[in-house]
């Protein structure tokens, strides 16, 4: 019963592609979050969505796009992928100000 | 804007040595305060948090007191086993537009040798 997923778990792509990664929560969370890590381990919000609606956009570039269908699924698209965007994406959810639960993470390796 | 600064590793332990990791933050209003976990290869774990001055937070051996007169949250443990070796992360959430966005530390390594 995992409480955050994510897929897939591995990326590896070449520089102008397009892809996606998918998360979703079964934990009845109202907000969703994707951090970024970069190769020095340091975590930085990117996006929240709070009952489908963004309610923070941190200065990431726009090639890239959060998309919530539902309160349980927050996926992000990248366009036109850049080596610097080689880095390790994770999904979190909470409800409310409790804590927040991780996925697993997605490691993106752009070519 | 909010920040966490903790101590920079990585710190090498023999098991059963003392641990601290400190831990200070910069916020607005009254934040809570977090320390999550990764192992290798993992995701984050919530490891123990704290939501107001002097609470105690505590989980699996580690403590953490909310000092809010030194705006401090050290995480402590008195014996460490090898399996405590990860990447520790103090965070805090403020409130801010109807979301609790986590602001991390950069992480402290943990390795403990046998």
């Known amino acids: 019963d995992t409480a955050v997923s994510q897929t897939p778990k591995y990326l590896v792509t070449q520089m102008g592609n397009d892809k996606s990664i998918k998360c979703e929560q079964n934990?009845?969370?109202?907000?969703m979050y994707w951090y970024k890590q970069d190769s020095k381990k340091f975590l930085k919000i990117m996006f929240s969505y709070n009952n489908k609606e963004l309610i923070i956009n941190e200065t990431v570039p726009n090639r890239f796009s959060p998309k919530s269908p539902d309160k349980a699924h927050l996926n992000l698209h990248i366009n036109s992928l850049e080596l610097g965007d080689s880095a390790v994406y994770f999904c979190?959810?909470?409800?409310?100000?409790?804590?927040?639960?991780f996925g697993p993470g997605t490691r993106l390796t752009v070519t | 804007g909010n920040s966490v600064t903790q101590m920079e590793g990585p710190v090498t332990l023999s098991e059963e040595a003392f641990l601290t990791i400190n831990c200070t933050y910069t916020?607005?209003?009254?934040?809570?305060l977090f320390w999550y976990v990764q192992y290798p290869g993992e995701g984050l774990q919530l490891l123990l948090k704290?939501?107001?001055?002097?609470d105690k937070g505590s989980n699996k051996g580690f403590e953490a007191t909310y000092r809010k007169e030194t705006t401090s949250f050290h995480l402590e443990k008195g014996s460490v086993q090898v399996s405590d070796s990860a990447v520790y992360f103090c965070a805090l959430t403020a409130s801010g537009a109807g979301s609790y966005q986590l602001t991390f530390g950069k992480g402290t390594k943990l390795s403990v040798i046998p």
């Open positions: 979190a959810s909470s409800q409310d100000h409790n804590e927040q639960y």
């Open positions: 916020a607005t209003g009254y934040p809570s």
């Open positions: 934990l009845g969370h109202d907000t």
């Open positions: 704290a939501t107001k001055a002097d």
